[in-house]
């Protein structure tokens, strides 16, 4: 015969609630609860909240408990079981004890307990304001109550967390009076459930609740009653997967295994570098224009060139509008600054991206040795350097102007090896990656760059 | 010119700081994006649930956290990662992981502040913020990496300490260092120990057979970790409490368990000591720097020498606590102190001018742009 249990609370429990609260209707239905449910104490972790149904965790013996701060019992709850269901082989059942305070506090951790379905037990002690702290109001206070902050009568409608619950897709909900004698029965229900469950359980604060507000057990009912809200099992539905079973089920290995593979592509050293001193290149341009991408085949054909180099990139706060800059950064040795203190080399495809290395101050830092390609549409002036008007946006069209500019700057002034950009390019835009190196050809002017080395 | 290429990879400090967690063992992150430390979140969540772990989206700061010091509880290497913004959410739940003494590792890659600030601005100005985020001024670990390797290996450092230390600790990068991209060799990341949480056994350490969840004989020791959901029973709380867990105001005991969280780390604030030194004979000026500063810093120093003039560099990795000896060991001859800082405060310099009162310690500190190389060097004499 396996033990039995007939009551998880601590020998001789004294409780240390006020005389008449609701909390101890609760606890002792919860622990009813356990006793039917006949788990190994071990199996059972409480997770309680702050407030005087805080205290909880002090009364139970042989179960774990975790006593937490304000409001995030079920937040912690959740990180519990996404644990255990997903990384162990174990059946703990964790339920989450907390009061109406604590559940307005932490209402986004229930609502995304529900939706994720997660095997944890909410149970919400609902006494309509804030007990430990001297009786304010709290969202769950009903209409026209007295409390120690609601003098005239609170005038904001109450909240009705098993409706938020219900829409939240949580697969069992319940409200019961503490009181009712199938509470207990209602509660094991609830942790039995295999998935997330929550109970609101209608409780009297005989401290502030009933002295201040006059709420007695008929009056709770009649409160009841004017909120709308039913009484009972209200869902228990059979058509969720609890989570971990949900998460575990949808691991696709293949597609790990591709990314795994993909992120661990190394880069070899194919080519030889003829840098001579540490180079500095800007592009600019617009968002959605291959700005970043063009420096990133840049950097990968810098790296297989056996050179170190670094890249970074500014765009505004939105993606895929405005400005889009990235700076690249190669060298014979480590690359120590990340910061471009004055570029050797801009490529400028568009209004948007001159706008912003104006502002930033980064143009406003060319010497006479940088060299700028700009797209033959913009006026650029005022600006030291060599400066070559090409038709870029013409020539490659827009999305390609960044790679195509960066392709003529490469070929030109041989920051990496030619054969080392364009077999980047081809990788990338296959087909149409030996049309834009033809056409990089044909913009490159030999002169140009011979007689700005 | 790059050795060993073929282990060479294309990195940013935040896919590092996600890899150095896979090494050391993270099993379980929560995530919400921000910029500029989101490159975290997306590198564990392509990367983790292949390893047989869990990464998954949370639906604020606060509560990925509290999943990840949940997931702990119950025995996993947890980690999450924001920015200022979140951190200011997290502060919570960080210091609810410091008083249940739960390993648990935040990266926290800043921008510029203060609230909502520029998302993809850099800045260094939020070490106090970190550091002092604890009612009762507890000293939070934080390690501060510089470049894609040291993100890796300070991520695996503080996942260290954090199971070591029973104790939440930060990997603070800043938007530079988590989020430029550069060739990584991976031969130059070093061998690496991984640790096991150390659990308890099945025997009792308390006064009457039972197990306490906090047990220490000294102050200084560290609990024996007892998972939450294990076979023994487990008492955890984030209030004022004894060793065995339970609420208690005042008592001798409780307030040796709130000495203790702070003694078990400066017993132990020597062996977290890490810089990376270059002191240089002669020299009367030494640059302490710390994060993509150092970087600036280092290319100053060059430059410096290069002109064959003497200085000396501290890289500071362990940033909290304060590695007062190497610091204080590296300061033979030095006339001057510069610590350049991406904070218009000068948050560092100031913690360090209350351990070093006697020196000429000066700042260079800008906000809006990088702190440049030629700006460091006005300041070295």
Redesign the interface.
């Known amino acids: 015969m396996p033990q039995q249990y007939e009551t998880y609370l601590v020998d001789g429990v004294k409780f240390p609630f006020c005389k008449g609260c609701g909390h101890t209707h609760s606890v002792r239905h919860l622990d009813k609860a356990l006793a039917i449910l006949q788990r190994d104490p071990t199996g059972i972790n409480l997770v309680s909240d702050i407030g005087c149904i805080g205290l909880v965790d002090a009364l139970f013996s042989g179960i774990h408990t975790v006593h937490t701060t304000h409001g995030r019992s079920t937040a912690f709850g959740v990180g519990i079981e996404l644990a255990d269901g997903i990384l162990h082989d174990s059946d703990l059942k964790t339920i989450v004890i907390l009061g109406d305070g604590g559940a307005t506090i932490g209402l986004l951790h229930i609502v995304h307990a529900a939706l994720l379905n997660v095997d944890v037990t909410v149970i919400v002690c609902n006494n309509y304001l804030y007990g430990m702290t001297g009786g304010q109001h709290s969202a769950f206070t009903p209409y026209d109550m007295v409390t120690t902050t609601t003098p005239s009568g609170n005038i904001i409608p109450p909240m009705d967390i098993c409706s938020v619950a219900q829409s939240c897709e949580a697969g069992f909900v319940a409200r019961t009076l503490a009181t009712d004698k199938n509470l207990a029965g209602v509660l094991a229900k609830a942790i039995e459930y295999p998935g997330f469950a929550l109970v609101e359980i209608m409780e009297i604060c005989p401290e502030y609740g009933l002295k201040h507000g006059g709420i007695d057990g008929k009056k709770l009912k009649e409160s009841i009653k004017e909120q709308n809200k039913p009484l009972g099992i209200l869902v228990n539905r059979q058509d969720r997967t609890e989570f971990s079973v949900q998460y575990n089920n949808s691991i696709d290995t293949e597609a790990y295994e591709r990314l795994k593979k993909k992120n661990e592509f190394t880069i070899k050293k194919e080519y030889t570098s003829s840098l001579e001193r540490q180079a500095g290149v800007v592009i600019a341009g617009t968002a959605g224009e291959r700005v970043q991408l063009s420096s990133y085949l840049l950097l990968n054909a810098a790296i297989a060139s056996g050179l170190h180099a670094t890249q970074k990139n500014d765009n505004p706060v939105t993606q895929g509008s405005g400005f889009s800059i990235s700076e690249v950064i190669l060298n014979q040795d480590e690359v120590y600054y990340t910061g471009i203190e004055s570029p050797d080399y801009v490529v400028i495809t568009s209004n948007d991206g001159l706008r912003e290395i104006t502002a930033n101050g980064l143009l406003s830092r060319c010497t006479d040795e940088t060299i700028l390609l700009v797209d033959a549409s913009l006026n650029i002036e005022g600006v030291k350097g060599r400066i070559k008007k090409l038709p870029l946006r013409k020539t490659f069209g827009a999305d390609r102007a960044a790679v195509g500019g960066l392709g003529v700057c490469v070929g030109g002034a041989g920051i990496v090896p030619r054969d080392a950009f364009e077999r980047e390019i081809e990788k990338r835009f296959r087909e149409e990656g030996k049309k834009i190196i033809s056409k990089i050809y044909e913009l490159t002017d030999a002169k140009f760059f011979s007689e700005n080395a | 010119?790059?050795d060993f290429?073929?282990?060479?990879?294309?990195r940013s400090g935040n896919q590092m700081v996600a890899e150095g967690a896979l090494r050391a063992g993270c099993?379980?992150f929560?995530g919400y994006p921000i910029?500029p430390a989101s490159g975290i979140y997306k590198t564990m969540i392509?990367?983790l649930?292949?390893k047989?772990?869990?990464a998954?989206s949370?639906?604020?700061e606060?509560?990925a956290l509290?999943?990840?010091?949940?997931?702990?509880?119950?025995?996993?290497k947890?980690m999450t990662a924001t920015s200022g913004p979140g951190w200011a959410l997290m502060t919570?739940?960080v210091q609810?992981a410091l008083m249940t003494e739960t390993p648990v590792v935040i990266a926290m890659v800043q921008r510029l502040g203060p609230s909502t600030g520029g998302?993809?601005q850099n800045a260094q100005g939020d070490v106090l913020l970190v550091e002092n985020c604890t009612s009762g001024g507890y000293t939070i670990p934080v390690f501060t990496p510089s470049n894609p390797v040291e993100c890796y290996e300070l991520t695996h450092l503080a996942f260290t300490w954090s199971e070591l230390l029973r104790t939440p600790v930060v990997v603070m990068l800043d938007k530079?260092v988590g989020?430029?991209?550069?060739?990584v060799d991976y031969m130059r990341i070093h061998d690496l120990t991984t640790l096991s949480r150390q659990r308890i056994a099945q025997s009792g350490n308390g006064s009457n057979g039972n197990v306490d969840t906090y047990y220490f004989e000294h102050p200084e020791d560290v609990p024996s970790f007892v998972p939450?959901?294990?076979?023994?029973?487990?008492?955890?709380?984030?209030?004022a409490h004894n060793k065995a867990?339970?609420?208690q105001k005042n008592s001798p005991e409780t307030l040796e368990v709130l000495y203790h969280l702070q003694k078990k780390i400066d017993a132990n604030a020597n062996q977290m000591e890490l810089v990376k030194r270059d002191v240089e004979d002669g020299a009367r000026t030494l640059i302490v720097s710390y994060g993509?500063t150092a970087?600036?810093a280092?290319?100053a120093v060059?430059r410096i020498r290069k002109n064959a003039e003497k200085v000396s560099w501290l890289n500071v990795l362990s940033l909290f606590p304060v590695p007062e000896n190497k610091l204080r060991n590296s300061l033979h001859g030095i006339e001057r102190i510069v610590i350049p800082e991406e904070n218009f405060g000068g948050q560092y310099r100031s913690v360090i001018e209350t351990l070093f009162d006697d020196q000429d310690i000066v700042g260079v500190n800008k906000i809006g742009?990088?702190i440049?190389?030629?700006e460091i060097i006005a300041e070295v004499v």
Not at chain 2, 66 to 76: D, H, P, T
Not at chain 2, 179 to 183: A, I, L, P, V, W
């Open positions: 010119m790059t290429l073929s282990n060479v990879r294309i099993k379980f929560a910029t392509d990367m649930p292949g047989g772990g869990v998954l949370a639906p604020d606060i509560s509290a999943y990840c010091v949940g997931a702990s509880l119950r025995g996993q947890a919570e739940t609810y998302a993809t530079e989020m430029t991209s550069e060739d939450v959901g294990g076979k023994i029973k487990t008492t955890v709380t984030g209030s867990g339970r609420l993509i970087r600036t280092r290319e060059r742009s990088m440049t190389p030629d």
